[in-house]
């Protein structure tokens, strides 16, 4: 029964550290499907095709190229069970695992049927810097089904949030880089969103 991780991300823009978890993800599981996806339970400041689209080019850029990896856009929905109904369609004998950062460990349990969701996949949690992962917080999750096991890797300190704050260039690749200043995104960074001085 072949293995599959899915890995969908809301993230505004990708980084170094999602680009770490493809490369685990593919030398862990026989596939590996990812895809931009908006989370009913944040605030997108770039639209979906935009970030599909950067994860595209986080793929592209990864060396030597991981043959078991795709982007399936087609698979995102912002509910997770829809998206894993849409992979079922792909792979109706798969094992498949939904891979989530340990910064959605608390809010998992208010997902949309989560117990119907976790019926149909086993669950594989990434740690990210600032989000712990606590022996309660886990309980939590095998109380509404979960089969768990968090991935012995570790991530580099690097976020979203902190690129569209301060657009520190080290925190994403420079594919992605080069597209978000063709596409003028994420203009207003911290230091250029002061008000002008009289």
């Not at 912002?78 to 894993?84: F, G, Q």
């Not at 950062?101 to 996949?121: A, C, F, I, K």
């Amino acid at each position: 029964m072949p293995s599959i991780a899915l890995f969908g991300t809301s993230a505004d823009p990708p980084t170094a550290g999602h680009q770490a978890i493809l490369i685990w993800l593919a030398e862990h599981f026989d596939q590996v499907a990812v895809w931009a996806s908006d989370n009913p339970f944040k605030q997108h400041q770039t639209p979906l095709d935009h970030r599909a689209m950067m994860l595209h080019l986080l793929i592209e850029e990864i060396y030597p190229p991981r043959q078991n990896l795709r982007l399936m856009q087609q698979l995102s929905s912002p509910r997770s069970l829809m998206t894993v109904e849409r992979a079922r369609q792909y792979w109706p004998a798969a094992d498949l695992t939904l891979t989530i950062g340990s910064d959605l460990v608390t809010q998992l349990p208010r997902w949309y049927q989560v117990e119907e969701l976790l019926q149909q996949v086993k669950l594989l949690i990434v740690p990210r810097p600032g989000y712990a992962i606590t022996a309660p917080d886990l309980a939590s999750l095998r109380q509404v089904g979960a089969t768990l096991t968090v991935a012995d890797l570790e991530v580099p300190a690097v976020s979203s949030t902190a690129y569209r704050s301060a657009g520190d260039p080290e925190i994403v690749t420079p594919p992605i880089e080069a597209y978000i200043h063709r596409e003028h995104l994420y203009e207003c960074h911290a230091e250029s969103c002061q008000p002008q001085q009289a």
